[in-house]
Nanobody, 124 residues
Framework: QVQLVESGGGLVQPGGSLRLSCAAS????????IGWFRQAPGREREGVSS????????YYADSVKGRFTISRDNAKNTVYLQMNSLKPEDTAVYYC?????????????????WGQGTQVTVSS
């Protein structure tokens, strides 16, 4: 059974940082392209970042480019999203997702497995 579990969310002040983790069981994350997505109340799910299974190439939404970094730790079967210079508009539930192809994409319809999400709130 495939399970993705996000952690690391919380309340942070504007300009602060958080690191989200996506730990997997039932699959080897190194074999999957991983995406991070977010959804704020009343808004559509938005792609944030993706890392390829083939060469660890990465892709970022323009809204987070230069502030967020996606990475893997294969030994821990975990993918991370380092979020710096956080803004109130980054407030959302953040989800990780996996797809068994090597191509990065921020289209959430292309992902097969999803975690339950972790809340990130950026507020003073």
């Amino acid at each position: 059974q495939v399970q993705l579990v996000e952690s690391g969310g919380g309340l942070v002040q504007p300009g602060g940082s958080l690191r989200l983790s996506c730990a997997a069981s039932g699959i080897t994350l190194d074999d999957y392209t991983i995406g991070w997505f977010r959804q704020a109340p009343g808004r559509e799910r938005e792609g944030v970042s993706s890392i390829s299974s083939s060469d660890d190439s990465t892709y970022y939404a323009d809204s987070v480019k230069g502030r967020f970094t996606i990475s893997r730790d294969n030994a821990k079967n975990t993918v991370y999203l380092q979020m710096n210079s956080l803004k109130p508009e980054d407030t959302a539930v953040y989800y990780c997702a996996a797809r068994p192809t090597p191509y990065v994409t921020l289209n959430y319809l292309r992902y097969n497995y999803w975690g339950q999400g972790t809340q990130v709130t950026v507020s003073s």
